[in-house]
Every structure is written in structure tokens, then in C-alpha cells.
């Protein structure tokens, strides 16, 4: 009997909480919780991607992930090491294996470095020596990433969205990570270029066998690129299963939004898209029991009162509702339900 082989990450339980503090002496009236006892894997080689609308946590996850966010619970474990253990020195050698891609690419480049610089930095932190010399591995990385080896001697203001976006993802693949999380690269970009940089990630995946924890609120862009989704909605996963799978059978009434808010390919105005009321609670005042309730249409006294876990309603597809089962075929392709679908479900 075979097992199955670790997974390159694994969050156990994370949560992350920042404390509110008010008032001239600053004390403390609570916490506002941003992650909220996630659990997620991400195996050798596979691309996890991570949805919700904005405010919903995903960016806190991918920044807590690489040690940018401090984690207030739970645990991070990369090939089965604990980060929150390991000695400055072993930190630092994890480093070399999780890199990020952010999401703005002006504000995450230093105006005042050159291009070469830029890409170099993390080499000449972790003190990298090799047979090559500086300017072939700036070349080659470069190169690699579709661009010019001459722009190397640019500064960051002189390139385009989409070519500082290029460096951004050079300056992560020049220490040979196994991990990238890339935080909404492509949506401060022209949409001709978002494109270019998702086959860009694609082919870089193939040919240095890269995991992904791909953070997006475009399911569209998510689907071409994931092999599972995980669907967020404050602080919490609500669904979770093969990008196929979530994207054409959607379990869970926010998924099924998410997807409806997709444009279509040739335009036009949809009757039968799922267009959810209201706006996305405060996370200093979640609702009680599940947390989407307040915009769910198909909510009941159930939904306020017991937290629904996230348990597997198919195979290796789980999701968090009480009503997963019974959602009537309308509103699970994506078509709003009929209004008193709810007073129907048992």
C-alpha cells in the first residue's frame, strides 16, 4: 500500500487577527479577524487558486504564508517543516523556497534600483554563488521571462505594466523557488496583457515544475490556470474542489455568484444571472452561524444559528452549507432561484 506523498505547503488551522486599539491611550477593544482557521494544502507542481471578493482575507493568507503577516493561530509548514520553529537560518533558507508576486508592480519595484538590481537583490541577500557570473544570470532570467536582457540597465519607470510585471516574476525565479504566491498579478493590467502573463505563468510552471497559490477575484482567470479552487468568503473557506468541478457544478450560493458575475464572451445583458444584495459585513461584527447568510438567497434560521463546517459533499469537493445538497438545479448552474425556493428546502 502506497501513501501519498506530503504536501509541498500545508496551513493548519491559520488565522490571522489584528487588534483594535482606540482612544489617546491606545487600548485594546477587540480584534478584527482576517483568516479564520483555514486549512489548505498545496502539493508539488499543482496551482491552488484562492477567490473572494475583495476584503475577503486572501491577500492577508498569501502574505501570512510568506512571513510578510504575522499568523495569530494555526501553523505554516512547507515539506513538512514547521516555519513558526525553525531558526533564523533555517527561515532564511526557506526564503529561497517561497517567493511572492504582488499585485501592484510600480509600488513593488524600488524606483531608484535598475532592473538589474532588482532581480539580483534576493540573490546577493542569501549570498548565491555559482559558476555564472552576474550579468549571464541576469540575462538568463530575463530572458526566460520574455524580456530583453538590455533592459537590465532601466529603471523600473521606463518599462510598461506588463513588462515591470515580467520583472516582478524574474526577481522570484532567480533563486529557484518550489512555491510562488502570486497575489493578483494580473489585475492592475491592460486585459491584452493579463493574457501574456498568465501563459507566461503557465510556461514558467512547466519548465521549473512551480507550485502556485494563485490569489484572484476573477474566476475566469483563476480556471484557466488552477488545478483546485478555493473559494473565500470573510476570513473563512467556503468551498473547496477541482477547478472543473467548482467552476461547472458549484456547490455553495456564493460560488454560483462568483460565476454569474463573469462577463460573457460576446456580451450582452444576462436575465439569469445570481446578483447578490447588499454589501460583504464588516469583519468586526460577523453575522452569526454562516457567514454569507446575510446575502444568501436560499438562507434559514438553521444558516444563523450553527456554523456549517466545511465537509466533502463529493469527491475531493467540500463546501460550507447547510443547504449544499439541496440546491435546486436554477440556482446550481448559475441562474437565480426562484423567490421562494427557500421555504421549499427541507
Known amino acids: ?29 477587540g480584534h478584527v479577524t482576517a483568516v479564520d482557521h483555514v486549512s ?22 498569501g502574505r501570512t504564508v510568506i512571513g510578510l503577516t504575522r499568523a495569530t493561530g494555526g501553523r505554516i509548514r512547507l515539506d513538512g517543516n514547521d516555519l513558526a520553529t525553525l531558526s533564523r537560518a533555517g527561515q532564511k533558507q526557506c ?12 509600488g513593488s519595484l524600488n524606483p531608484r534600483f535598475r532592473i538589474r538590481d532588482i532581480v539580483l537583490e534576493g540573490r546577493r541577500i542569501q549570498r548565491i554563488k555559482d559558476a ?26 521606463e518599462l510598461s505594466g506588463g513588462q ?50 494563485f490569489i484572484a477575484h476573477n474566476l475566469a482567470a483563476v480556471a484557466y490556470l488552477a488545478d483546485r479552487i478555493a473559494v473565500m468568503y470573510l476570513g473563512k473557506i467556503v468551498e473547496l474542489g477541482p477547478s472543473e468541478a467548482v467552476t461547472s457544478r458549484p456547490l455553495h450560493p456564493y460560488t454560483v455568484a462568483l460565476l ?15 446578483q447578490l444584495q447588499g454589501e460583504m459585513p464588516s469583519p468586526l461584527a460577523p ?36 443547504f449544499a445538497g439541496a440546491l435546486p438545479p436554477p440556482l446550481a448552474s448559475g441562474r437565480a432561484p426562484d423567490p421562494d425556493v427557500h421555504r421549499s428546502l427541507p
Not at 198 to 207: A, G, I, P
Not at 260 to 274: Q, T
Open 1 to 29: 500500500m502506497t501513501t501519498a506523498a506530503p504536501a509541498l505547503l500545508e496551513l493548519d488551522d491559520l488565522s490571522v487577527a489584528y487588534p483594535m486599539r482606540t482612544g489617546v491611550l491606545r487600548r485594546l477593544t
Open 40 to 61: 489548505l494544502t498545496v502539493q508539488s507542481g499543482e496551482t491552488l487558486g484562492l477567490v473572494g471578493e475583495s476584503g475577503c482575507g486572501k491577500s492577508t493568507l
Open 95 to 106: 526564503r529561497r523556497q517561497m517567493q511572492m508576486v504582488f499585485q501592484d508592480p510600480v
Open 132 to 157: 555564472r557570473t552576474e550579468r549571464e544570470v541576469v540575462d538568463d532570467i530575463l530572458g526566460k521571462v520574455g524580456l530583453d536582457p538590455n533592459m537590465a540597465d532601466r529603471f523600473p519607470h
Open 164 to 213: 515591470r510585471q515580467r520583472v516582478g516574476i524574474a526577481r522570484t525565479l532567480v533563486l529557484g523557488p518550489r512555491l510562488i504566491v502570486a497575489d493578483e498579478p494580473i489585475s492592475a493590467l491592460d486585459v491584452s496583457v493579463q493574457s501574456q502573463v498568465l501563459n507566461l505563468l503557465v510556461d514558467l510552471q512547466r519548465e521549473f515544475g512551480l507550485a502556485y497559490l
Open 260 to 274: 454569474s458575475a463573469v462577463p460573457d464572451a460576446v456580451g450582452g445583458y444576462r436575465s439569469d444571472r445570481l
Open 287 to 322: 453575522p452569526s452561524g454562516c457567514r454569507f447568510r446575510t446575502r444568501c438567497p436560499i438562507a434559514r434560521e438553521i444558516c444563523a444559528r450553527d456554523v456549517p463546517a466545511l465537509d466533502l459533499c463529493a469527491p475531493a469537493h467540500a463546501v460550507a452549507c447547510h
